[in-house]
């Protein structure tokens, strides 16, 4: 197998809330029957997260990091970190219950959509206690393992795009990711929360051997092992999150959006608690913006097909609110119908899902072991 080695956020806004679909309701239930993780109160979560859904729609002035805090609305540039070294891991074949490597629900586009911006969430939590990022021998134990190594990521689908040029069979794919523990460009874990965006070409251009056949920035990784090209891989500079690892016990209180604009920039905002971050860099690098009909969202292992183990009982509520210029309601695909596209996992189980239309599009799903 060739390797590419790498709560609600609250309720975003009240009005979302009070009109989320019953069977949305009952989702809600399962969780927060009985002890739940987040500690706001009502008001709270509705001025925090007014304020982040201003945020995530108001882009940075020029591509580069940048930083906020609430309430202010101003994005101001910050030092950027290096690079990664961190590589996701395709899929290599579903495991059989078990969220991720293929397994995950995929909000899907209306025909005819594509997504501008996704903002993905843990709206509630029940007795999440602690997470291990473990080796999966599938991908020989690879990606950073041990206690809070974990990335929330925002997912694109597969698609041939403009970036490809003219390579029929090459991929554009694209990546936002939160990573627990930010590798550096050598390959060492820094120990710090960052988030970045990793950029894809699967299948690029026609081998030849040792050479770079990739594109200017990105770095050839190799033949594909499905076709005649190389896979190109690139990721933006990285803002820190927290000087530390955020532990697992956080997670209601972290987000990932997403935005691809065609001729503009291409942004992964976090959101921990009343901190935002963004990293951004040009569309054109895959051109994403004019193909991403698909989306991911989960918390899974920290790079190269790890999985996020989570204590027994652990339970979470997903949550993705959805821009695609239409209030028609997405569809919440099942792995029987649409593959996730990251090679990374959790030890959860998926449960329930349930979409709804109008201003605020979404998907929300349970999973929990």
Same mark, same amino acid.
């Given at each position: ?22 069977? =949305? ?67 290599? &074949? ?206 899974? &292992? ?24 239409? =209030? ?28 709804? &239309? ?9 999973? &929990?072991?």
């Amino acid at each position: 197998m060739n390797h590419h080695s790498v709560t609600k956020i609250g309720q975003f806004c009240l009005a979302l809330t009070i009109t989320i679909v019953s069977g =949305s309701v009952g989702l809600r239930a399962q969780i927060v029957a009985g002890s739940h993780d987040n500690a706001l109160t009502p008001a709270e979560v509705q001025a925090r997260n007014a304020w982040r859904q201003t945020m995530h729609a108001l882009p940075t002035p020029a591509s580069g990091c940048f930083h906020a805090t609430f309430p202010g609305t101003q994005w101001e540039q910050v030092e950027c970190e290096a690079p990664s070294a961190y590589r996701s891991a395709l899929p290599a &074949g579903r495991g059989a219950l078990t969220v991720g490597n293929g397994r995950d629900y995929v909000a899907q586009a209306p025909t005819g959509h594509f997504f501008s911006s996704v903002l993905g969430g843990f709206p509630e939590t029940k007795d999440v206690k602690s997470e291990k990022g473990v080796g999966v021998a599938l991908f020989h134990d690879n990606g950073v393992l041990g206690t809070n190594e974990y990335t929330l990521q925002v997912n694109t689908d597969y698609h041939n795009s403009a970036a490809c040029d003219g390579y029929s069979y090459c991929l554009a794919w694209q990546q936002y990711v939160l990573s627990s523990n930010y590798v550096s460009l050598t390959g060492k874990p820094t120990g710090k929360t960052a988030v970045f965006i990793e950029y894809w070409l699967i299948n690029y251009g026609v081998h030849d051997g040792n050479k770079n056949i990739c594109p200017k920035g990105f770095l050839d990784g190799g033949e594909d092992s499905s076709g005649p090209g190389d896979d190109c891989v690139q990721n933006t500079p990285a803002v820190v999150v927290h000087s530390g690892q955020i532990p697992i016990t956080s997670l209601v209180d972290l987000a990932l959006g997403a935005t691809a604009v065609h001729g503009g920039t291409d942004e992964a905002v976090a959101f921990y608690g009343n901190e935002s971050f963004k990293a951004s860099d040009h569309d054109s690098l895959t051109d994403i913006s004019t193909v991403w009909s698909q989306a991911e969202f989960n918390v899974v &292992g920290n790079a190269g097909g790890s999985r996020a183990d989570f204590n027994s009982g652990a339970e979470l509520l997903v949550e993705l609110l959805l821009n695609y210029g239409s =209030s028609s309601a997405p569809k919440c695909q099942p792995p029987s119908k649409v593959l996730g596209t990251t090679g990374e996992t959790n030890n959860l189980t998926l449960g329930a899902c349930v979409a709804g &239309g109008g201003k605020s599009p979404y998907i929300e799903f349970v999973e &929990g072991n």
